[in-house]
């Protein structure tokens, strides 16, 4: 299997790719899903531009976003990345995600963002995760803090002021059955 690829209990995570496309526009496309994200929803156009840019990322970087793939149905449920804060390499990495509207609640979020953060810290070294949320997406900072992110503080990021969480590697430990390093 590619390095890529990740796969979780429920979940296959791939690249996104042209293939994606009506599964990620069905996400971006919903203004409900959007609310928190843009406030509101994409076109289709946007949801292409989002798959060109994010394979450039790929080749480019070895990390953007992936397709969640139900192992169940073979339905597209949701996507994330690992990528830079405001897509600048300057800034640090962050775990960021969507589900669609009919598939929240199923823990297919935390599912996702453990396997992620695995691979931010394993394949990329990383020696910090953020993430961020509109301050009132309450679903977003629990899943947050079910992988064992910690509150940092209200920050500037994406021109509004978000809630922004941070982990280390050895705090994603309690998740992977992995003892803590000393």
Not at 10 to 29: M, Q
Not at 56 to 66: D, F, S, V
Not at 73 to 100: F, K, M
Not at 156 to 179: I, N, S
Request: aromatic share 8%; charged share 25%; hydrophobic share 45%.
């Amino acid at each position: 299997m590619p390095s890529n690829i990740l796969t979780s209990a429920r979940l296959r995570l791939e690249p996104v790719d042209d293939r994606h496309f009506d599964g990620l526009r069905a996400i971006s496309g919903d203004a409900e899903v959007m609310r928190y994200i843009t406030g509101r929803p994409e076109t289709p156009e946007d949801t292409a531009a989002f798959i060109a840019r994010h394979k450039i990322k790929w080749a480019e970087l070895g990390h953007a976003w992936w397709a969640f793939i139900a192992a169940d149905s073979g339905q597209i449920v949701g996507t994330g990345a690992v990528q830079h804060l405001e897509r600048d390499p300057r800034n640090p990495l962050e775990l960021a995600w969507r589900l669609r509207a009919d598939q929240q609640g199923k823990g297919y979020a935390t599912e996702a963002a453990l396997a992620m953060a695995r691979f931010a810290f394993e394949r990329l070294g990383a020696g910090q995760l953020l993430a961020v949320c509109h301050q009132e997406n309450l679903a977003s900072s629990a899943v947050m803090r079910r992988i064992g992110m910690r509150f940092r503080g209200v920050e500037r990021w994406y021109e509004t002021d978000v809630a922004v969480f941070e982990m280390a590697p050895g705090d994603l430990a309690q998740h992977t059955g992995r003892p803590r390093a000393p």
